[in-house]
Nanobody, 123 residues
Framework: QVQLVESGGGLVQAGGSLRLSCAAS????????MGWFRQAPGKERKFVVA????????YYADSVKGRFTISRDNAKSTVYLQMNSLKPEDTAVYYC????????????????WGHGTQVTVSS
């Protein structure tokens, strides 16, 4: 069992930056592919980025390529999402998720989810 807790969300102006963190409990964090998803009001949850268990493989949604960077520290059981050049359309609740297996963009294939952290980008 893995429990995930996101932090670092907030209100930022367009063009600004935020760094999200997702802290995991459990001894097997280093075995998990970790992903970030986001959900805007009235919309479905969408894939943002994912990273393999050892950080050797990452995959980004086109909408965030070049602006967002995912990283992980297995010693701290934490995955990070550095978000730069934020846009109003990035406004959403951001969720981290974990799964055993390869990187995937499909949310239903992730077994563990955090409760989310709100990111609001003002224009």
């Amino acid at each position: 069992q893995v429990q995930l807790v996101e932090s670092g969300g907030g209100l930022v102006q367009a063009g600004g930056s935020l760094r999200l963190s997702c802290a995991a409990s459990g001894r097997t964090f280093s075995s998990y592919t970790m992903g970030w998803f986001r959900q805007a009001p009235g919309k479905e949850r969408k894939f943002v980025v994912a990273i393999s268990w050892n950080g050797g493989s990452t995959y980004y949604a086109d909408s965030v390529k070049g602006r967002f960077t995912i990283s992980r520290d297995n010693a701290k059981s934490t995955v990070y999402l550095q978000m730069n050049s934020l846009k109003p359309e990035d406004t959403a609740v951001y969720y981290c998720a974990g799964r055993l297996g390869v990187v995937t963009t499909t949310p239903t294939l992730y077994d563990y989810w955090g409760h989310g952290t709100q990111v609001t980008v003002s224009s």
